[in-house]
C-alpha cells in the first residue's frame, strides 16, 4: 500500500457550497498531482505541483485550485461546488529519482454535487 | 492531439487463459510507456514500465510490449486468475514526467 491518504473518501454536498479536499503523503516525495476521473473514463491531470510554493494548471481546465505549503500536503479546493463538479477525485504523488516514472495513487474522494 | 485507445470493451476470459490487452497511441512520441491497475473504488497501482528501446518487458506473470512503430504495447497476463479481474491501464509518459492516460479497459476472469 501507498503511503498516501486522501479524505473524505465520499462526500455529497449541495451546490454552492465550499469545499476542501485533503491529500497527504508521507513518502517526502516533491512531486504532486490531482486528476478527475468519471466512470469508464480515463484519469484527467488538473493540478499538478513540483515542490513547496509550486502548483501548475494540468490539461483538463478545472475551476478549482490548489496549494503546497508542505511537502506533505496538497490540498484541493472548490470555491463553489456545482453538479458538474461530480466526479472521482485522485491524488498522486511521485518521486523524481525513480526512473520508473511510478506514480502512487490515494484511494480517491468520491464527490456528489446535488 | 495526443490520443490513447484501449479496448473499451470488456474483456471475458476463462481461468487459466492468457489475457491480451492493447494501447494503441496516436500524435506522440513517448519515451515510456506504463501499465497500472485499478480496482473499483481504489487509485490506480503501478505495474511495469517499459522503454522505448525495449521490446518486451516481463514481471512473473505480467509481459509488456512495445512497438514505437505501430504506436502500440500489448499487456499479457498468462494463467490468468479471477483475482486478475480488474481495470488496466496504460499511459504515457511525457518528458516532464507526467502521465496521459488511456480509459482502460476492464478485465475479467472467470473460474
Known amino acids: 500500500e501507498a503511503d498516501i491518504y486522501q479524505t473524505p473518501r465520499y462526500l455529497v454536498i449541495g451546490t454552492g457550497k465550499k469545499i476542501t479536499l485533503e491529500c497527504s503523503q508521507t513518502?517526502?516525495?516533491?512531486?504532486m498531482y490531482w486528476y478527475q476521473q468519471d466512470p469508464g473514463m480515463e484519469l484527467h491531470l488538473i493540478h499538478y505541483?513540483?515542490?513547496?510554493?509550486?502548483?501548475e494548471k494540468g490539461d483538463l481546465s478545472s475551476e478549482s485550485t490548489v496549494s503546497r505549503i508542505r511537502t506533505e500536503h496538497f490540498p484541493l479546493t472548490l470555491e463553489s461546488a456545482r453538479p458538474s463538479h461530480t466526479s472521482q477525485y485522485l491524488c498522486?504523488?511521485?518521486?523524481?529519482?525513480?526512473?520508473?516514472?511510478?506514480?502512487?495513487f490515494g484511494p480517491g474522494t468520491r464527490l456528489t454535487v446535488t | 492531439s495526443q490520443k490513447i485507445e484501449q479496448n473499451s470493451e470488456a474483456l471475458n476470459i476463462q481461468e487459466g487463459k492468457t489475457a491480451t490487452l492493447t494501447c494503441n497511441y496516436t500524435?506522440?512520441?513517448?519515451?515510456?510507456l506504463q501499465w497500472y491497475r485499478q480496482d473499483p473504488g481504489r487509485g490506480p497501482v503501478f505495474l511495469l514500465l517499459?522503454?522505448?528501446?525495449?521490446k518486451e518487458k516481463r514481471k512473473e506473470r505480467l509481459k509488456v510490449t512495445f512497438d514505437t512503430t505501430l504506436k502500440q504495447s500489448l499487456f499479457h497476463i498468462t494463467a490468468s486468475q479471477p483475482a486478475d479481474s480488474a481495470t488496466y491501464l496504460c499511459?504515457?509518459?511525457?518528458?516532464?514526467?507526467?502521465?496521459?492516460f488511456g480509459q482502460g479497459t476492464t478485465l475479467q476472469v472467470k473460474p
Open positions: 498522486a504523488s511521485s518521486d523524481d529519482s525513480q526512473v520508473s516514472y511510478e506514480q502512487y
Open positions: 513518502m517526502g516525495h516533491d512531486k
Open positions: 505541483s513540483y515542490g513547496v510554493n509550486s502548483t
Open positions: 500524435n506522440y512520441s513517448p519515451a515510456y
Open positions: 517499459i522503454r522505448e528501446n525495449e
Open positions: 499511459a504515457l509518459v511525457g518528458n516532464t514526467g507526467k502521465l496521459i
